[in-house]
């Protein structure tokens, strides 16, 4: 066989390589994407722990649930809404909560203020936030008012 | 090995691994793409629950809470004071901007009768829906009447 036809047959059996290989990697790449999908689901619990953390708050005679015999989940207790008393029913470090509670007057209080020392949930990037607005009934010696309670939270992504 | 074959060679296999990390690369790029976030919302409807539960406990200019006027409005079967003063209230302390739509309507359960609804005109596409009910008793033990309450909230 001379030079020319040693070159061709060269090529023809790589181009028959070439073509086994793109049939492989198609195959190879189904098989990598078929795995990879439910690896790389990911479950964001974020807004349950959020939800969770916000009952807390409401549902708990520690923290703002008013209490007489039993309590009353939804009724804002208005000597439990303070910035002492909710530290320490609000004792994790790792999130941040900014409440607002609004009657005929209005009152902020700030949990982990490191976490939102400025402006709250500014950067949406780096921080999970929730918001969650909630119509309260809130007892102030022994008078119920109507009331809005909204409960910010946030936590490092 | 003769030097023509030999440079053929390197060509070919040059080709080749160009081949291998562009499809690679394709593949890998596509399975980060496909990537599934499922985001965990579960117990929202105890967050609802909560103003539901302060509608019905809201009192009147009669100290009467509205779960009681529903009550009385059932034996005297006329449910227009207690629909509106729900109406009101509800658009009074409703977060109209994250969550546009609301719905509450009240069934006595013994017939599955419709007896009021409150209804918002809100619409959105992106809105989650919850759902809750609370049933209020009536003298007829049998029948109670289920007080039911969807929000319809934008996705955070």
């Known amino acids: 066989m001379d030079k020319k036809g040693q070159i061709f047959d060269l090529t023809k059996e790589w181009i028959v390589w070439i073509v086994k290989a793109i049939v492989f990697f198609v195959v190879a790449s189904m098989i990598i994407i078929?795995?990879?999908?439910?690896?790389?689901s990911e479950f964001k619990t974020d807004g349950l722990r959020h939800s969770l953390l916000r009952q807390h708050l409401i549902y708990d005679e520690n923290c703002l649930a008013y209490n007489n015999e039993r309590t009353y989940p939804g009724i804002v207790d208005i000597n439990k809404f303070t910035l002492a008393n909710l530290e320490k029913c609000f004792?994790?470090?790792?999130?941040?909560?900014?409440?607002?509670?609004?009657?005929d007057k209005?009152?902020?209080i700030k949990l982990n203020e490191k976490l939102n020392k400025f402006e709250f949930c500014f950067d949406k990037k780096n921080f999970y936030c929730s918001n969650t607005t909630y119509y309260v009934l809130v007892k102030e010696n022994d008078i119920e008012k109507q009331g809005i309670l909204n409960i910010a939270i946030l936590n490092l992504k | 090995m003769k030097k023509g074959t030999e440079e053929i060679m390197f060509v070919f296999s040059l080709i080749l691994i160009s081949l291998v990390l562009t499809l690679a690369f394709i593949t890998?790029?596509?399975a980060g793409r496909g990537k599934v976030e499922e985001k965990v919302t579960a117990i929202s409807s105890n967050e609802i629950n909560i103003n539901l539960l302060n509608y019905l406990r809201t009192k009147d200019e009669n100290n009467n809470t509205l779960s009681e006027l529903i009550i009385y409005s059932y034996y005297k079967n006329d449910y227009n004071k207690v629909a509106l003063m729900l109406e009101n209230l509800i658009k009074k302390v409703h977060d109209k901007e994250k969550c546009s739509i609301y719905y509450l309507n009240a069934v006595a359960m013994k017939n599955n009768e419709k007896l009021f609804e409150v209804t918002s005109l809100g619409k959105t596409n992106d809105a989650q829906r919850v759902s809750t009910f609370i049933l209020i008793p009536t003298l007829d033990s049998e029948n109670n009447i289920k007080i039911n309450y969807v929000e319809g909230c934008k996705n955070e």
């Open chain 1, 34 to 40: 078929i795995v990879n999908i439910p690896l790389s």
């Open chain 2, 28 to 30: 890998f790029s596509i």
């Open chain 1, 91 to 103: 004792s994790t470090q790792n999130y941040g909560a900014q409440l607002i509670l609004s009657t």
């Open chain 1, 106 to 108: 209005s009152s902020i």
